[in-house]
T-cell receptor, first 112, second 115 residues
Framework: QKEVEQDPGPLSVPEGAIVSLNCTYS??????FMWYRQYSRKGPELLMY????GNKEDGRFTAQVDKSSKYISLFIRDSQPSDSATYLC????????????FGPGTRLSVLP | DAMVIQNPRYQVTQFGKPVTLSCSQT?????MYWYQQKSSQAPKLLFH???????NEADTPDNFQSRRPNTSFCFLDIRSPGLGDAAMYLC??????????????FGPGTRLTVT
């Protein structure tokens, strides 16, 4: 079993849809969770950063962490064609900038 | 704008011919990372520098080396590239000690082709 798993997609949705992107993990020690957006042939860009369980909202994006289920989600409301990208989850145990584990990414296409 | 810059964006090298990729940052971050990312795969951490302290991942091949001559610059040297080393190489930075050590800023990447 991989340490972090993510549905690879591709996921295609119509513009305006609500998108749910998910990751599961096996290491219960993970406490810090990140979502990155990566456009084609570009570097990842940090979208959301959360600590422990709970929800965090930023504009159209909501990150949700359920540590008891070892499951994290990123919701995108009112999706736009500009949201078309690969979304990577990442996680780590502490706040010392080390030992990040990334998921393989989910490729999302938002169709106009 | 503060940023992470990688050069070149595209690099073609021959099998076995040494190649150096460069990364510079204007963020004044104390940590710099090198990742390898193959198509449709997760970025794989090769090593990172915390200031001048070098940290090598256990499974990073000896073929990969890194140098950080100063805070702003970091280099990735591939001594004898093989076909399996063709990938996107990503440089990232973060600043430990501010409570934001996990917030990594990535460069645009260098796509390496080995012929």
């Amino acid at each position: 079993q991989k340490e972090v798993e993510q549905d690879p997609g591709p996921l295609s949705v119509p513009e305006g849809a609500i998108v749910s992107l998910n990751c599961t993990y096996s290491n219960s020690a993970f406490q810090y969770f990140m979502w990155y957006r990566q456009y084609s042939r570009k570097g990842p860009e940090l979208l959301m950063y959360t600590y422990s369980s709970g929800n965090k909202e930023d504009g159209r994006f909501t990150a949700q962490v359920d540590k008891s289920s070892k499951y994290i989600s990123l919701f995108i409301r009112d999706s736009q064609p500009s949201d078309s990208a690969t979304y990577l989850c990442a996680m780590t145990v502490d706040n010392y900038g080390q030992n990040f584990v990334f998921g393989p990414g989910t490729r999302l296409s938002v169709l106009p | 704008d503060a940023m992470v810059i990688q050069n070149p964006r595209y690099q073609v090298t021959q099998f076995g011919k040494p190649v150096t990729l460069s990364c510079s940052q204007t963020l004044n971050h104390n940590v710099m990372y090198w990742y390898q990312q193959k198509s449709s795969q997760a970025p794989k951490l090769l090593f990172h520098y915390y200031d001048k302290d070098f940290n090598n991942e256990a499974d990073t091949p000896d073929n990969f080396q890194s140098r950080r001559p100063n805070t702003s610059f970091c280099f990735l040297d591939i001594r004898s590239p093989g076909l399996g080393d063709a990938a996107m190489y990503l440089c990232a930075t973060s600043r430990i000690g501010t409570g934001k050590g996990n917030e990594q800023y990535f460069g645009p990447g260098t796509r390496l082709t080995v012929t």
